[in-house]
């Protein structure tokens, strides 16, 4: 697996957030930074799923049409094969 370079970043959290944080590394017992990064990255995921949603709702409202409009047509050639004329 390739090392992926780090950069360094300073951050200012007010005092509960790092009493939060803190508590919740020591019982992960894991560093701080990585504890965050994987916070952003989460953060960034979400993010990018929620930026799809409007797409997928609209994808859902179309096939929601085409769904009631294969039934009324199926609706339809039913009605016309049991009453031919």
Known sequence: MQKVPMQRLNINLSKDM?????????????????????ALKQKFQSDEVLS?????????????ALAKSMKDNEALLTESVSDPE
């Open 18 to 38: 790092l009493d939060k944080l803190n508590a919740v590394c020591e019982e992960l017992g894991c560093p701080r930074s990585s504890y965050i990064a994987m």
């Open 52 to 64: 799809k949603f409007p797409e997928m709702m609209s994808s859902m409202s179309e096939m929601i």
